[in-house]
């Protein structure tokens, strides 16, 4: 499905209206942020590829990449150790506790064994005590669904989810159909289990098995 199509059918299940696409496009824009990428767990098609981030020396702090929106379940944050040339996983911890096992150590800067995320950093310790690149997969905003020239994965994998909220909102706080606001709520709910339903069946790809000869 992409917009176009999306926009169509907004407006046959709400009556054959026509009137709707400036209130879509905003709409569309408020389900994305606060309804679709502001969820406790995220579908698999948010996962990014792996990116990198480089450290600076004498500097605790790296800023989040732009689109992030979360780290990946049983993912690694990897720095990667010019002495040995390996990918070295580094323990997440939280800040304070990170600092106070920092406070152990011979040096207060060094190459970093441990990190947490605080506001919008990665923050590394003990403090690097020069470039080293950091390695990570996480999840990641989509692109816009209400920009036409787009291509979002949430209308590739979860139109469904897409329509049904949307259509939630518009009937509930345009339309002022509360019956018909209702149902599209419904729609919203088997929707998104269906979109977790199969988040779980992906997770479970690459999951070793007893039986089926994997091993």
């Known amino acids: 499905m992409n917009k176009a199509d999306l926009v169509k059918i907004v407006g046959w299940r709400l009556g054959d209206r026509d009137d709707m696409v400036d ?56 720095i990667m150790d010019p002495v040995g040339a390996a990918a070295v996983p580094l323990i997440k911890k939280d800040p304070d506790v990170a600092q106070a096992l920092t406070f152990g150590m011979q040096s207060a800067t060094g190459f970093p064994r441990f990190y947490a995320i605080s506001g919008l950093n990665f923050r590394f310790y003990p403090t690097p005590d020069d470039a080293y690149s950091i390695q990570m997969q996480y999840y990641a905003k989509d692109a816009r669904i209400s920009d036409s020239s787009a291509d979002p994965k949430w209308l590739q994998y979860a139109a469904d989810v897409v329509l049904a909220e949307l259509l ?48």
């Open 23 to 78: 209130r879509i496009d905003m709409e569309l824009d408020y389900v994305q942020d606060y309804v679709l990428e502001s969820r406790a767990w995220y579908p698999w098609f948010l996962q990014s590829e792996l990116a990198s981030a480089t450290t600076a020396a004498n500097e605790v702090r790296v800023t989040l990449p732009s689109d992030f929106l979360a780290e990946v379940e049983e993912s690694h944050l990897y």
């Open 168 to 215: 939630t909102i518009l009937a509930g706080k345009h339309i002022k159909d509360a019956e018909s606001a209702a149902g599209f709520a419904a729609d919203a709910q088997a929707a998104w289990l269906r979109l977790y339903q199969k988040h779980t069946a992906m997770m479970e790809l690459n999951q070793p098995r007893s039986l089926g000869g994997n091993s």
